[in-house]
């Protein structure tokens, strides 16, 4: 994948991870900020741009007295907001609706 290249020429090695709920908790839990692909259409509600493939950063959650990931907060420079926060739920549709989001989860530290 040509995102873990360029992160690689950085000095973060990184994994490829399919993009779940519980791959994303994992990674907020180990304080590691993620590198998700999302469909920019459905992240923004703007069907202008549905079918988009989108790079966002996923860099903390919330989780409720169970311990199940129920908020993720993205920063998304296509769009010019830092630190939006965003129900799971809606953030795994824009995810799912390219049928292939991957994560990028550095080995050894956040980016």
């Given at each position: 994948?040509?995102?873990e290249r360029i992160l690689a020429k950085y000095g973060v090695d990184s994994d490829i991870e399919p993009t779940t709920r519980d791959n994303l908790a994992k990674a907020i839990k180990a304080n590691k900020a993620v590198i998700a692909n999302v469909d920019a259409g459905v992240l923004w509600n703007n069907s202008q741009y549905n079918g988009g493939g989108h790079a966002i950063v996923v860099y903390d959650g919330d989780f409720d007295s169970s311990g199940k990931l129920t908020h993720v907060y993205i920063n998304d420079t296509g769009a010019g907001k830092q630190g939006r926060r965003m129900p799971i739920d809606q953030f795994m549709k824009a995810?799912?609706?390219?049928g292939r989001s991957r994560l990028n989860v550095?080995?050894?530290?956040?980016?």
């Open positions: 994948m040509q995102r995810a799912d609706a390219l550095p080995k050894n530290r956040s980016f």
